[in-house]
């Protein structure tokens, strides 16, 4: 026998009776993730509120970054009640305003990284235009996600991987130590031919959602027919 001889079905039976934590649900599975503590940015009932959690941008944001911090607060403020939505943090903040909170996250090469001078180990993404870290610094008290990469795409993997460990209802993050990149440049999927406007706006709909998964191309009209559809040539390949 060899694993071959088992169905999907089979092969995933140990998993069914496993309580699956938010790190063990991430889509792709990153290469390398630690679980740490969870972050709760919102007071028991009763309490006095913190500020809400912030996402810091760089000076000059590409639009990779932008979106990823659309997508993050996007993220912290599903099902958050009123009077806790984060935001993207206004630019000139002074740094002990902007960490008076229990979660920060900082996206890209911002100032946090030149005011705090947090340990980020670069040199496990050199050279790997969309690889990506995501690490956790304490400062006095605040809890800070760097999502650092070597470019703005690499970012917004990070932000897309830090995104699925918020759960903004209940106002917690599940910290957790990644890095990541993948093992080809170009994921790609096939969109079916369209048979009206509605099955368009379907599939144009899903493109935001593909990304989150780190797939980043759409082949349209693309029919396969050729003999080596399935061997991806130099352009996928990292």
């Known amino acids: 026998y060899s694993k071959r001889n088992f169905t999907a079905l089979e092969r995933l039976q140990p998993w069914f009776a496993q309580d699956l934590g938010p790190v063990d649900r991430l889509i792709p599975t990153p290469r390398d993730v630690r679980p740490l503590r969870r972050v709760a940015w919102r007071a028991a ?19 990779a970054e932008r979106t990823a911090a659309e997508l993050l607060v996007a993220e912290l403020n599903r099902g958050a009640p009123a009077g806790t939505q984060a935001s ?6 002074p740094l002990r305003a902007l960490l008076d909170r229990p979660l920060v996250f900082a996206v890209g090469r911002n100032r ?3 005011e705090l001078h947090p340990d980020l180990p670069l040199s496990e993404i050199q050279g790997r235009e969309q690889g990506y870290l ?9 809890h800070v996600v760097f ?27 599940h910290g957790a130590a990644v890095t990541d990149h993948p093992d080809f440049r170009v994921r790609s999927y096939r969109l079916k031919a369209w048979g009206s406007l509605a099955d368009l706006d379907r599939d144009l709909q899903g493109l935001e959602r593909m990304s989150r ?5 759409a082949y349209a009209g693309y029919s396969g027919h050729n ?4 061997r991806p040539d130099r352009l996928h390949r990292v």
Not at 134 to 141: I, R, T
Not at 147 to 169: F, H, M, P, R
Not at 227 to 230: A, C, L, M, R
């Open 88 to 93: 993207i943090a206004t630019p000139g903040l």
């Open 112 to 114: 946090l990284i030149r």
């Open 45 to 63: 009932s009763g309490g006095k509120p913190p500020a809400p959690p912030l996402v810091v941008l760089p000076d000059a944001p590409a639009p």
């Open 134 to 142: 995501v690490v956790p610094f304490d400062a006095a008290g605040c």
């Open 227 to 230: 003999p080596d559809w399935h």
């Open 213 to 217: 998964h780190k797939l980043n191309l």
């Open 147 to 173: 999502l650092a990469a070597e470019s703005a795409i690499g970012a917004y993997y990070a932000a897309v991987t830090a995104a699925q460990l918020v759960d903004g209802a209940a106002g917690v993050y």
